[in-house]
């Protein structure tokens, strides 16, 4: 008879969201990617939290703009922003919706605020697709917030973007699941500042956790992991322990299954070569990035 023992992820770095800028001057913080070794991250390759009461530090939005390779994950918290892409997609983005959308051979999109008041929140992430599925077609998908699952256990709530994943004993099953990659996105909101809550994933994936309110202590040593800071777990052990030291603690968690390729990026386009870099800069510098699929 096999026993299977848990294993608790240590923190390996911690990471300090960066003020940075982005579309047409729109003010955001890149919690992670842009700098260092992305393998580090794999298969994620950025994220960015946006969120501002001021209209004038968001009203630019994100005019046309490409990407190819990867998939575009926005998660709306709070406001409103309209999504239009060149296959004829229009996506109306409230309170708590998520876009998802896979960029594949080639996709031309903006992200445009439809209000000139009020706060906007929300976070950006940007997934890895695998060299056989870079060139697929791209799709979109437009997710209401209430279609998402949301688990209420004792002294947290979880929202369940994407993946499976075991929350204190709970199996959770998130909307969304993608092939390759894996992915794991859950919004957690921790209301019991005495109870430490554990959170298995597939051993040998990556695993981020991003505080954006209040602070959470991880793994065995008690990391302090603070407002606007993401840890990197160690891919070794299946499980995080998250024990939060405010009563109100919000995080995300990432996790997923490292693709182990090259990664290439250059501005909206990561391929694996440096020559299907140069491809896709001359695919939309004659017109051909966005083809009719």
Known sequence: MNT????????????????????????????????????????????????????????GGFPPHPHRGFETITYMLEGHMEHQDHMGNVGDLRNGDVQWMTAGAGIIHSEMPKQTEGRMRGFQVWLNLPSHSKMQPPAYRDIASASIPVADLSGIRAKLIA???????????????????????????????????????????????????????????GTQVKRGQVARLDRDGDTITITPQNADTRLVVLAGKPLQEPIVQYGPFVMNTRQEIEQALNDYQRGELAKAF
């Open 4 to 59: 299977m023992i848990s294993t608790v992820k240590a923190v390996q770095e911690i990471i300090a969201a960066r003020a940075s800028s982005d579309g047409d001057g729109v003010k955001l913080l890149r919690v992670f990617g842009g700098t260092g070794d992305p393998a580090r991250f794999d298969p994620f390759l950025m994220m960015d939290e946006f969120g501002s009461y001021d209209a004038s530090d968001y009203i």
């Open 163 to 221: 993946g499976s994943a075991d929350l204190d004993g709970q199996p959770l099953d998130g909307l969304v699941s993608r092939p390759d990659t894996d992915p794991v996105y859950l919004d957690l909101v921790l209301s019991d500042n005495t109870r430490t809550h554990t959170l298995k994933v597939p051993a040998g994936h990556t695993a981020l956790v991003y505080v954006y309110e209040g602070a959470a202590a991880l793994g065995d040593a």
